[in-house]
């Protein structure tokens, strides 16, 4: 351990940085992988286009590994991170403008798509500093924090902006503005809330976030190519490395099929099978319900694995991250019309989500990530995972389509059947050490 990494872990509480760094990791990627779905659905375009398009752009999560190396070797991995969080939030600007242009959706679309390199890049040395500053207790110790500020920001984005630009509409609709116009400037104002956010927290970090470690001794491209292939090569070495590959892709396979349809789903009119809710209805009960569930869900976990320890607890957490999707499928037969029952099962699924999220986040640090390129091989990891949510993702508009709500939801919970039996199988690596035994 450099002295540089030393004096960071003893200047700097984590709890100065590590809520502040996951909420900004997770905006990004939150606003792209779902609240883009209902800004498209306003403006008229298809679930299936929605789906897919939105479901294709996620893209560069699943392939940083291939860049990861030469984060390693220039700069410090505090460096990227907040440049990536200045610059993803000018690009939210720049789609904030390209919402007036005459082919709206192939421009935005193609923000977005720069907005996922660099949210993907930020995420690489976000993971660096994390692993870099934390021991493996303290990772275990504030891994709640980080989940539930990870997921705050999908709360922030798909509860408190979604409702706000339910809240804008009504206001241009009600001085004589067209829908779509007025759909298009409630999204305008969000996207540059979005703008401002990502730049405040770009310059909170140039002063809270520690260096996460210095560069490496290589400097040149041919040695990140050269570190590219090691770390792939090592990678694939790595013990049980094809059990940990099948459970980090169906851990989260239920997940994929349902992300980008829920949204779409409660926005649906019930002649379609939908529950017809309002952005601002769906807002609400995200920002309210929804995130009251997901945080205390994802702060009692990290204690929960701190003190039990990841192995005694795994199972019990992918149970609880897969067995609420349920809650779909109930509100797809029923279609209730009660908000105390509609709040409820999102209360459940948002609770479930949480506590269980951080299984598989912890898993991928202390089981696939140690060894010598630990930032680059969880940033392949947590790729990999994000392959799994995109090809179903890509694929769930075009099922729902086929299928009705009510089938769809159905077959992801038989889809959740894989998770289980995996997880009750995957072998350990590395002992982990609960706080108490």
Request: aromatic residues 16%; contains cysteine.
């Amino acid at each position: 351990m450099n002295q540089l990494t030393q004096n960071s872990r003893q200047s700097l509480s984590p709890l100065r940085w590590v809520p502040s760094l996951y909420f900004a990791m997770g905006l990004p990627f939150v606003v792209l992988n779902m609240v883009s779905a209902v800004l498209f659905k306003d403006l008229g375009i298809s679930d299936a286009q929605i789906a897919f398009w939105t479901s294709l752009i996620m893209w560069p999560w699943t392939i940083k590994f291939l860049w990861s190396p030469f984060l390693e070797i220039f700069r410090t991995k505090k460096f990227f991170v907040v440049t990536t969080q200045l610059l993803s939030g000018i690009l939210f600007g720049l789609a904030a403008l390209s919402l007036h242009l005459p082919s709206f959706f192939a421009v935005t679309i193609a923000v977005f798509a720069v907005v996922a390199f660099s949210g993907a890049t930020h995420d690489i040395a976000a993971d660096g500093v994390y692993m870099s500053e934390l021991t493996t207790q303290d990772q275990a110790k504030y891994i709640g924090w980080q989940g539930a500020f990870y997921n705050l920001a999908k709360l922030v984005a798909t509860g408190g902006l979604v409702w706000f630009a339910g809240f804008l509409y009504e206001g241009f609709s009600a001085v004589g503005a067209a829908t779509f116009d007025a759909y298009v400037r409630s999204w305008t104002v969000v996207l540059a809330i979005l703008c401002g956010l990502l730049v405040l927290l770009g310059v909170y970090h140039v002063r809270a976030l520690p260096a996460g470690g210095g560069a490496a001794e290589r400097h040149s491209l041919r040695d990140g190519l050269s570190g590219l292939k090691e770390v792939v090569g090592a990678f694939f070495q790595k013990k049980h490395i094809w059990y940990y590959l099948g459970f980090i892709i169906l851990y989260r396979l239920g997940e994929g099929f349902v992300m980008k349809i829920v949204p779409l789903f409660l926005k649906a009119d019930t002649a379609s099978g939908g529950l017809g809710l309002t952005n601002q209805q769906i807002g609400l009960y995200y920002g309210t319900f929804g995130a009251g569930a997901f945080l205390l869900g994802s702060l009692l976990a990290g204690y929960y694995i701190a003190h039990r320890g990841l192995r005694r607890t795994l199972f019990t957490l992918c149970c609880i991250f897969n067995i609420p999707f349920a809650v779909y499928a109930l509100l797809a037969w029923l279609q209730p019309q009660s908000m105390w029952l509609v709040g409820g099962g999102i209360v459940v699924e948002y609770f479930g989500y949480g506590f269980g999220f951080v299984g598989l986040t912890l898993f991928m640090m202390q089981q696939v990530a140690p060894g010598r390129h630990q930032m680059a091989h969880y940033a392949f990891a947590s790729g990999i995972m994000n392959l799994s949510v995109m090809l179903t993702g890509m694929a769930s508009g075009f099922l729902s389509d086929l299928m009705s709500y009510r089938i769809f939801f159905l077959a992801v919970m038989l889809a959740t059947i894989p998770a289980f039996v995996i997880t009750r199988l995957v072998p350990f690596t590395y002992d982990d050490k609960p706080n108490d035994k």
